[in-house]
């Protein structure tokens, strides 16, 4: 299997519109901004709808809030037709999306080249045989499952999440 893993910079969402926070709002110092490819506007787009906010979950962290994002239909959709774009005439088979986020990202992306999609999931939760691989987090370390079998050796699989942050051991 040819792997690819492809990433955005993007998070988990918040709980909905009616919840009281549970917590003090942190401040926010910026949205995200970008270094590559100034000439194609939707990256200063989608860089600009994504929420920075420091010291989440824990201190040192700059945590980049993809709920934003996901509020501003253009740049939603630009993040999604610039994989589209890049992946659309490369013979992808499947694509396989990280929980959480990448269950966000990885099917419009799917459906668009005409991929199955895959989900990798946090430890027990797929109730078949599974493959599994352990990584480490920014804060901390976790393991991603898939179901065994649903990738061949002769497909070619992207990878979808949002975010490197440590990009693994
Ligand atoms: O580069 P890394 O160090 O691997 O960190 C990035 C990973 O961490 C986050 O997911 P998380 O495990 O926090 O899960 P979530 O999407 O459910 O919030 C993020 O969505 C990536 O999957
Ligand atoms: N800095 C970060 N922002 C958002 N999600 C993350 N997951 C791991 N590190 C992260």
Same mark, same amino acid.
Request: net charge positive; glycine share 6%; aromatic share 6%.
């Given at each position: 299997?040819?792997?690819?893993?492809?990433?955005?910079?993007?998070?988990?969402?918040?709980?909905? *519109?009616?919840?009281? %926070?549970?917590?003090?709002?942190?401040?926010?110092?910026?949205?995200?901004?970008?270094?590559?490819?100034?000439?194609?506007?939707?990256?200063?787009?989608?860089?600009?709808?994504?929420?920075?906010?420091?010291?989440?979950?824990?201190? =040192?962290?700059?945590?980049?809030?993809?709920?934003?994002?996901?509020?501003?239909?253009?740049?939603?959709?630009?993040?999604?037709?610039?994989?589209?774009?890049?992946?659309?005439?490369?013979?992808?088979?499947?694509?396989?999306?990280?929980?959480?986020?990448?269950?966000?990202?990885? /099917? %419009?992306?799917?459906?668009?080249?005409?991929?199955?999609?895959? %989900?990798?999931?946090? /430890?027990?939760?797929? /109730?078949?045989? *599974?493959?599994?691989?352990?990584?480490?987090?920014?804060?901390?370390?976790?393991?991603?499952?898939?179901?065994? =079998? *649903? *990738?061949? /050796? +002769?497909?070619?699989?992207?990878? +979808?999440?949002?975010?490197?942050?440590?990009?693994?051991?």
């Amino acid at each position: 299997m040819d792997k690819m893993r492809e990433i955005l910079l993007i998070y988990r969402g918040s709980t909905g *519109v009616a919840t009281i %926070p549970k917590r003090k709002p942190m401040s926010i110092v910026h949205m995200a901004s970008s270094n590559v490819d100034n000439t194609d506007d939707r990256i200063s787009r989608i860089s600009s709808s994504i929420r920075v906010i420091p010291n989440f979950p824990k201190p =040192g962290i700059m945590f980049q809030d993809i709920t934003t994002l996901l509020l501003v239909p253009k740049a939603f959709k630009d993040t999604i037709d610039l994989f589209v774009e890049r992946y659309k005439d490369k013979n992808i088979n499947v694509v396989a999306g990280v929980e959480t986020r990448g269950f966000i990202f990885g /099917p %419009p992306i799917a459906l668009a080249i005409g991929a199955k999609f895959a %989900p990798m999931r946090k /430890p027990k939760k797929l /109730p078949e045989e *599974v493959i599994s691989e352990e990584y480490s987090l920014e804060y901390g370390t976790d393991k991603i499952e898939m179901h065994a =079998g *649903v *990738v061949h /050796p +002769v497909e070619r699989a992207v990878v +979808v999440d949002d975010l490197i942050a440590t990009g693994g051991p």
